[in-house]
């Protein structure tokens, strides 16, 4: 019994491989129907899972580009979003056939062949377009030559530097790779060098132009071996025309609009404080609406930051003006004051000029009426000097003392306190309203001066 049961389920297994064999060679028979007896010929044999001259030397893969669009250019997250036609050519021995015309297949017939295994590189997000069908072309022609064509919207990342952000050039890179074979089974190259890539003369961006385009052929280094890589590099140059209508005249014309407050009056503090506060929170206001389109990179210290920070200033710095200039009206007296002050202290210093005079006048009258006691006296204190040391008390006559002669202690103190004045005077502005005067001239010289250091060197540099 169990010989006859393990002999029934061999033949079972015998009959099931039997009837898939059999279905199989119906399915080739029904496909080899559909197909025109030229292709039929060239499939028969044919292995799509090894590649051309499989034991001959790699098999060299020419490539074309033919962009169609470029949609998006995104700082934020470094990266551009474009569409192209990528044509790839390589010669398969198995496919030569007679005749002088290609064959043009149905893109679903590429099932059948060999084709190379290209991948973009630095690609973050790709798809084939499908509608109506996959766009695909192959094309066969008598030398064996195929001509494979597709249609691929990808998303590739960009190395972007922004320090000179909006007037920067960006250079960016299309790579194409193949993934399995290395450089012993598959060699890429550009079919008609820096040519080989088409549809920028045409193409229109947003924000950029395309300035220069070129191409290069390289090796990828992995573990697994060296690969071969075509590069397509592309310099954009950011059209600056919509910052400078967004961003560089607003911010310009707040900075001027700081200045209005140098023609107000001192005493008008709720016009000025006004104006000032307006200015710096609008200002406010548009740096952070510049930097809402930009990454969020502390390492990037972009071109329209500078020039925010600048305008910044200089209104931050016409509001501190008016603060510093009030506060000298405050702590500092009227000029007109100043000037009875001192026609006051000129006055004072003449009157006790005339006092001392009158003094001195009197004095020297005093002096003149004891003159001729004055010229007697010499012989008798002569006489009196010589008989002087014979005096039993041996004592020496003491000379007369002249009155002291009046000093002139008021004028050394109005001196002194007008000195002083001077000094205080000279830490002191005199008039407050020149502050305004000289901020007239000098912010707008200044603003002018920083704009043309900055353009200068973010153009040319």
């Not at 924000?207 to 990828?220: I, R």
């Amino acid at each position: 019994m169990a010989h006859s049961v393990s002999g029934g389920t061999v033949l079972t297994i015998l009959l099931i491989s039997r009837l898939l064999e059999n279905s199989l060679l119906n399915a080739e028979v029904k496909e080899g129907e559909i197909l025109p007896p030229t292709i039929q010929k060239l499939m028969k044999g044919y292995n799509k899972y090894l590649r051309p001259f499989f034991d001959n030397g790699p098999v060299t893969v020419g490539m074309s580009l033919d962009i169609a669009s470029i949609d998006t250019i995104s700082e934020i997250n470094m990266d551009y979003t474009a569409t192209i036609f990528l044509r790839q050519r390589w010669t398969d021995e198995r496919l030569v056939f007679e005749g002088n015309k290609s064959l043009s297949l149905d893109g679903r017939l590429v099932e059948l062949l060999w084709v190379p295994d290209t991948f973009i590189v630095d690609s973050k997000k790709s798809f084939l377009h499908d509608i109506t069908v996959e766009n695909r072309l192959i094309r066969i022609f008598p030398n064996g030559t195929v001509l494979y064509a597709l249609r691929i919207t990808t998303t590739v990342a960009c190395n972007m530097d922004l320090t000179k952000y909006p007037m920067d050039k960006q250079t960016c890179t299309l790579q194409l790779e193949s993934w399995g074979y290395n450089i012993n089974d598959v060699m890429f190259y550009w079919t008609r060098g820096n040519e080989s890539v088409s549809g920028l003369d045409t193409l229109q961006l947003a924000q950029y132009t395309v300035e220069d385009h070129y191409t290069s052929v390289s090796e990828a280094v992995y573990e697994t071996g060296h690969y071969p890589r075509l590069v397509f590099h592309f310099e954009l140059k950011r059209s600056i025309l919509y910052f400078i209508l967004e961003t560089y005249v607003p911010s310009s014309l707040l900075v001027v609009l700081s200045w209005v407050s140098f023609w107000i009056s001192l005493s008008s503090v709720p016009a000025r404080i006004c104006i000032g506060v307006t200015t710096v929170l609008t200002m406010t206001t548009l740096m952070m609406g510049a930097r809402t389109s930009l990454p969020n990179a502390n390492c990037f210290i972009k071109a329209i930051d500078v020039y925010l920070g600048i305008c910044f200033s200089f209104i931050f710095g016409a509001l501190i003006e008016y603060a510093v200039a009030h506060f000298c009206t405050l702590t500092h007296p009227d000029a007109h004051m100043l000037m009875m002050y001192g026609h006051q202290m000129h006055d004072m210093e003449d009157e006790m000029n005339g006092i001392v005079t009158t003094i001195s006048t009197h004095s020297n009258r005093a002096k003149r009426r004891k003159e001729p006691a004055v010229t007697s006296a010499p012989v008798t204190a002569s006489a009196e000097l010589t008989v002087g040391p014979s005096s039993p008390s041996g004592s020496e006559p003491k000379p007369e003392v002249s009155p002291p002669e009046p000093t002139n202690w008021c004028l050394t103190t109005l001196a002194t306190l007008r000195k002083i004045f001077r000094y205080l005077s000279c830490c002191h502005i005199k008039n407050p309203h020149h502050i305004d005067n000289y901020s007239r001239v000098t912010f707008p010289l200044s603003f002018v001066m920083v704009n043309l250091l900055y353009w200068t060197y973010y153009l040319y540099f």
